[in-house]
């Protein structure tokens, strides 16, 4: 890689296809491309105050004045902040829209605001990196940790904008704001914890590169669960016809024998595995 296009590229490509991987989640009713694009804009744009606001706090909390204040820096002031700026995206632009109609919604609209956001700073640090080598492997490591760690954090303060409009429960959003802030925080001041403590130690790094996969991990564990509930509440889902649940009942009267038969076979299954 040896041109401002190709860096450039690695820099947007996770956002992108994290962009498409969401829009096809919604397998009810798809958000359209133009109105996840618009809120992509804004949590592009809400990058700004948030920038804003670490520089201004980070010389009473900057990771120089040592591991207690690095960490609360990332707790207190980077995890809120931008985490917050993912939910402006969405709460002024998409919330009160005609668009925003199933829960699912606030998860695609959600990753959407938080990819804006991450596709500013990615190609920040992809361009900071000093030689085309540094590059690549900055938009490598960023393209499989951190952009899809904030498209999952958006997820989740998505997930949350939805209940909260359609359940009627607002401060439902404070939740999701704050799960996301704490993981948020969890991986910056891991990130940095490891690189304070481990210098240029190769096993340091190999072990911090670890934790954080397993954060981004837990955090798309939460996602899909998330999705799962989400797509169960779409008022576009299709309900089985009254004959298919007649059928599916009368499909269930097996014989007794049979039943007695199968339980037995699962209760011996069960138990030669307990035993092993």
């Known amino acids: 890689m040896g041109s401002w296009p190709e860096a450039l590229l690695i820099a947007v490509a996770p956002s992108i296809f994290l962009l498409w991987f969401f829009h096809h989640k919604d397998r009810y009713k798809n958000e359209p491309v133009w109105f996840m694009v618009k809120v992509f804009i804004l949590g592009a744009v809400f990058i700004v105050p948030a920038v804003i606001v670490e520089f201004a706090t980070y010389p009473a909390l900057q990771p120089d004045n040592g591991l207690l204040a690095s960490t609360l820096f990332f707790f207190i002031i980077v995890g809120p902040v931008e985490e917050f700026g993912k939910f402006g995206a969405v709460r002024l632009h998409a919330y009160n829209s005609a668009q925003f109609n199933e829960p699912m919604d606030g998860i695609v609209l959600g990753v959407s605001g938080a990819l804006g956001f991450a596709t500013v700073e990615n190609i920040v640090?992809?361009?900071?990196?000093?030689?085309?080598?540094?590059?690549?492997?900055?938009?490598?490591?960023?393209?499989?940790?951190?952009?899809?760690?904030?498209?999952?954090?958006?997820?989740?303060?998505?997930f949350y904008l939805g209940q909260a409009k359609f359940l009627k429960r607002p401060r439902l959003v404070f939740v999701g704001v704050g799960i996301a802030a704490l993981l948020h925080g969890t991986f910056d001041a891991t990130?940095?914890?490891?690189?304070?403590?481990?210098?240029?130690?190769?096993?340091?790094?190999?072990?911090?590169?670890?934790?954080?996969v397993g954060i981004v991990w837990v955090t798309y564990w939460i996602v899909k669960r998330e999705i799962s509930e989400a797509?169960?509440?779409?008022?576009?889902?299709?309900?089985?016809?009254?004959?298919?649940?007649?059928?599916?009942?009368?499909?269930?009267?097996?014989?007794?024998?049979r039943v007695r038969v199968g339980a037995g076979c699962v209760a011996c299954l069960s138990l030669h595995t307990l035993s092993s």
Not at 132 to 152: K, N
Not at 240 to 247: F, G
């Open 125 to 158: 640090d992809v361009f900071s990196a000093p030689t085309p080598e540094a590059q690549l492997i900055t938009g490598i490591v960023r393209a499989f940790l951190s952009v899809p760690g904030h498209a999952f954090w958006g997820a989740i303060i998505g």
């Open 191 to 212: 990130s940095s914890v490891v690189d304070m403590v481990g210098g240029e130690s190769a096993a340091a790094a190999l072990f911090g590169l670890l934790v954080l």
């Open 231 to 257: 797509e169960d509440e779409s008022p576009f889902r299709r309900k089985p016809s009254p004959s298919r649940r007649r059928r599916g009942r009368r499909s269930l009267a097996v014989k007794p024998s």
